[in-house]
Nanobody, 125 residues
Framework: QKQPEESGGRLVQAGGSTRLSCAAS????????MAWFRQAPGKEREFVAAIKWSDRITHYAESVKGRFTISRDNATYTVYLQMNSLKPEDTAVYYCAAKTYDSRTVAYWKSYAFWGQGTQVTVSS
């Protein structure tokens, strides 16, 4: 598994939408989960959403349920995070991460071995 690569971060108004993309490596992907985390200035890195590649089982943080959707494209090895009804508190650097799937630790950022460089999402009020 190589380092994931995020894209799509931008400035968006509150209530708006945007979609992040993460290019993953095909190697071993069927055994992996791909996840999105975010980190705002001065705050801990926090879990946003994850998807089990093989059968698309998804996990979400309570703060984004009903607003964000994680999905994957097996043809292009890309993971997406569709973000709707954005709030100023969603402002953060968003990171894509990968690891061997384990439902017990899917939301635990320290369990992930492969990380992208991050992409900035800023939501203006």
């Amino acid at each position: 598994q190589k380092q994931p690569e995020e894209s799509g971060g931008r400035l968006v108004q509150a209530g708006g939408s945007t979609r992040l993309s993460c290019a993953a490596s095909a190697r071993g992907l069927s055994r992996h989960s791909m996840a999105w985390f975010r980190q705002a200035p001065g705050k801990e890195r926090e879990f946003v959403a994850a998807i089990k590649w093989s059968d698309r089982i998804t996990h979400y943080a309570e703060s984004v349920k009903g607003r964000f959707t994680i999905s994957r494209d097996n043809a292009t090895y890309t993971v997406y995070l569709q973000m709707n009804s954005l709030k100023p508190e969603d402002t953060a650097v968003y990171y894509c991460a990968a690891k061997t799937y384990d439902s017990r630790t899917v939301a635990y950022w320290k369990s992930y071995a492969f990380w992208g460089q991050g992409t900035q999402v800023t939501v203006s009020s």
